[in-house]
């Protein structure tokens, strides 16, 4: 399988105000994200994993080191990429499908594909029959329902999605996190998901990246093989055994993180 996304060193630091050195986000952070693979991303809080997904989207740029995709430098955002945030960001004057088509209006896709392509992608996401709806109108599920579809409508390459399921109750998440595989299965696209979420690391993803605390890198990738993903999967022994491993591998850090925020509350950070 080809490599899509290359990681190469890659250095994040943020000046502060009133204060002489810098933030060291990410430092020394090396990874591949193979061609049309779902890869999840896990670690303690404030370890850079959302600072890493702005990379890769474009959204800021390396202190140091580089992000390709397909062989090619990250200068800033493209169509490459579409982006699914933990907060929905749809316009509230807006239908779902009006949302759903906004980044086509910007791409200058004409008015009758817009819609076509709207309807489409509002099906494929489960929602056919609600294109007409405001987002005060649905569910919190169904609102990211819809800015999932908007970013899937310009048909990106690859998606990055950042905690995008936090804010919901288990019975919707789970939901979404099945409608989800669906969607990857039948489209094909890279996905990288941030989540905190263990048990939703191991279900979702192919492979599991684990960083280790601030300045973050990758400390290990497990690798993530069931023999049959029919039936209750979360009740089968091997997803116990990758729950553990990836626990195992995150609990220092978690500790070590939480060291340096006793450390940054007493002012010896």
Known sequence: MSVKIDIRNVRKEFRIRDTREPFTALAGTDLD?????????????????????????????????????????????????????????????????????????????????????ARHHLDLVGLGGFEERYPHELSGGMRQRVAIARSLAFDPDVLLMDEPFAALDAQPRESLQEELLRIWEKTGKTVVFITHGIDEAVYLGQRVAVMTSRPGRIKEIVEVDFDTREGDLRAAPAFGEYRHHVWTLLRDEVAAAREQERKVAVGHG
């Open 33 to 117: 994200v193979r061609e049309g693979e779902f890869l999840t991303l896990v670690g303690p809080s404030g370890c850079g994993k959302s600072t890493l997904l702005d990379l890769i989207g474009g959204l800021t740029e390396p202190s140091g080191g580089e992000i390709l995709i397909d062989g090619m430098p990250v200068s800033g955002p493209g169509l490459d990429r579409g982006v699914v945030f933990q907060q929905y960001a749809l316009f509230p004057w807006r239908t779902a499908r009006a949302n759903v088509e906004f980044g086509l209006e910007a791409k200058g896709v004409p008015r009758a594909e817009r819609a076509e392509r």
